[in-house]
């Protein structure tokens, strides 16, 4: 019980997205009264990034398969999702180099940025092309781009790989979007620090089902092995949002459970307090899982405004 009281919340109940206003902001795929709260410390919570441990959670289905994606979610949800065995990155790009380290045990890191790099690649995605224009012409191309690597020779879609790995966002100045109230400035991302993260996020979050595809086959090739991985937690993910120098981020978590057996008949979901409960509906936990009678399940029927 101490250890969930120090924990800072990330998002926050609003009833629908008529009120969620101010200082806040609608993930992709949230339920429709939950909001991210815009200002949130850059240091992740201290619950996060252990194994066997429950964590609040929220999420709506989408089309996308390669696993359960869902949002941390302290300060918003009553839903808890067993961890298991689960690994701590920054982003899909950090996820990569860690995963090709448990792979092949013995490699070091510039051969995992080759493996991704080369992936991108062949996929032809967006880092490829805004290489090869930045490389044609230092003064065209998209802005972001031409600020931060304009002036440096022979950009690879490898130097945005280690770059991205390194963190998107800084550990300690990960504010980057602009906001009415201001942070403290030794949390806001300004400067040369600002454009690196625009520049970064404009490319990879364009290719981030390319690295999942990528992420997906080293996960199956781990299964049955002891570097197996039930959850992976994704701390400073971009969510998008480049436009007019906005950059946000979520802590997105991954249960590729699936990705190992055909059909996971164990129960991960619990109340807060690790109780069991009642799924809500199969109509709307299809939708929006929830406890049945849970705050989270009134949330989740709160109507979309467009």
């Known amino acids: 019980r ?16 008529a009120q969620c206003t101010g200082e806040t902001w609608h993930a992709f795929a949230m339920p429709p009264g939950l909001a ?22 929220t999420h709506v289905s989408t ?33 990569a180099l ?6 092949y045990v013995n490699s070091d890191e510039s051969e995992a940025v080759k493996r991704v790099a080369d992936a991108l690649q062949r996929a032809r995605g967006t880092a490829k ?18 600020a931060y690597y304009g002036h440096k020779p022979n950009l690879s879609v490898a130097t945005l790989v280690a770059d991205a790995a390194r963190g998107i966002f800084d550990p300690n100045r990960c504010h980057v979007w602009i906001s009415k109230r201001p942070r403290p400035l030794h949390e806001v991302c300004s400067g040369e620090c600002k454009v690196r993260s625009r520049a970064l996020v404009f490319v990879l979050h364009s290719d981030a089902h390319i690295m999942d595809n990528f992420n997906a086959a080293i996960l199956r090739r781990l299964c049955n092995t002891p570097a197996q991985l039930d959850t992976v937690q994704l701390h400073q993910q971009p969510a998008g949002g480049h436009q007019r120098g906005v950059s946000r981020w979520a802590t997105e978590i991954w249960d ?15 109340w807060l307090n690790g109780s069991a409960c009642k ?6 936990w299809n939708s929006c899982w929830s406890c049945s009678g849970s705050a989270l399940q009134q949330n989740c029927r709160a109507p979309l405004v467009p």
């Open 2 to 17: 101490s250890l969930f009281n120090r924990q800072h919340s990330v998002c926050t109940v609003c009833g629908s997205t």
């Open 36 to 57: 991210m709260l815009t200002h949130v410390p850059c240091t992740r919570n201290t619950e996060m990034c252990k194994d066997n441990i429950r964590l609040p959670v």
């Open 63 to 95: 089309r996308f398969g390669r696993g359960l994606w869902m949002y941390y979610a302290r300060g918003c949800s009553d839903l808890a999702w067993s961890m298991g065995r689960t690994l701590c990155v920054r982003n899909r790009y950090h996820l």
């Open 98 to 103: 860690e995963l090709h380290r448990r792979l």
């Open 129 to 146: 092309w805004i290489v090869r224009r930045v490389n044609i012409s230092r003064t065209s191309g998209h802005g972001f781009m031409k």
């Open 256 to 270: 590729v459970r699936g990705l190992c057996s055909a059909a996971a008949s164990a129960v991960f979901y619990s």
């Open 279 to 284: 799924a809500s509906p199969p109509r709307e």
